[in-house]
T-cell receptor, first 116, second 116 residues
Framework: DTAVSQTPKYLVTQMGNDKSIKCEQNLGHDTMYWYKQDSKKFLKIMFSYNNKELIINETVPNRFSPKSPDKAHLNLHINSLELGDSAVYFC???????????????FGPGTRLLVL | AQSVAQPEDQVNVAEGNPLTVKCTYSVSGNPYLFWYVQYPNRGLQFLLKYITGDNLVKGSYGFEAEFNKSQTSFHLKKPSALVSDSALYFCAVRGRATSGTYKYIFGTGTRLKVLA
């Protein structure tokens, strides 16, 4: 009964490959997010969806494409992986009104991506 | 400019002593402020937030934070530290995304080490 789950937990791949990370929340929340945490623990938002609609896209390369098939899922597909994509990617969700920016966010456990 | 600063990379405190983790912010308009904690190999967990009202906000695990508008600060405090409080702490403020909607802006994190 994990609230926000991500798969896979670890992902090791070669440069140039295409990979996907999946996220699911069972909290009934309207808003979901993808964050990137680099090796220095800096945490930055990448994307946010509110009811399957993209509302935040923060200067992320076009190689990254989020997809929200329904409001409980937000997947992240990455094309042509580069060394600099190595990071921990966190999914999060927040309740109705999450787009207001004042709702508590609930984070998944993270996906550790290593590009060789 | 919108930003969050956590001036200390690491804070060491003896178990049983009071602890403070510092955070200052810069945003236009009313500040909405948050503290999250990240345990090793885990996602972030919400501790507390300030939206409006009393400047002293109480949160999870005995933590509290004091909002000080004149000093633009939102320091995290706990009267008596536990070894289990050792973790990475993030301060966040509501800011504006490039799309015009709202987003969290996170500080760089402060590693808290509680010594037995």
């Amino acid at each position: 009964d994990t609230a926000v789950s991500q798969t896979p937990k670890y992902l090791v791949t070669q440069m140039g490959n295409d990979k996907s990370i999946k996220c699911e929340q069972n909290l009934g929340h309207d808003t979901m997010y993808w964050y990137k945490q680099d090796s220095k623990k800096f945490l930055k938002i990448m994307f946010s969806y509110n009811n399957k609609e993209l509302i935040i896209n923060e200067t992320v390369p076009n190689r990254f494409s989020p997809k929200s098939p329904d409001k409980a899922h937000l997947n992240l597909h990455i094309n042509s992986l580069e060394l600099g994509d190595s990071a921990v990617y966190f999914c999060a969700s927040s309740p109705r009104g999450g787009a207001s920016g004042i709702e508590t966010q609930y984070f998944g456990p993270g996906t550790r991506l290593l590009v060789l | 400019a919108q930003s969050v600063a956590q001036p200390e990379d690491q804070v060491n405190v003896a178990e049983g002593n009071p602890l403070t983790v510092k955070c200052t912010y810069s945003v236009s308009g009313n500040p909405y402020l948050f503290w999250y904690v990240q345990y090793p190999n885990r996602g972030l967990q919400f501790l507390l937030k300030y939206i409006t009202g009393d400047n002293l906000v109480k949160g999870s695990y005995g933590f509290e934070a004091e909002f000080n508008k004149s000093q633009t600060s939102f320091h995290l405090k706990k009267p008596s530290a536990l070894v289990s409080d050792s973790a990475l702490y993030f301060c966040a403020v509501r800011g504006r995304a490039t799309s015009g909607t709202y987003k969290y802006i996170f500080g760089t994190g402060t590693r808290l080490k509680v010594l037995a």
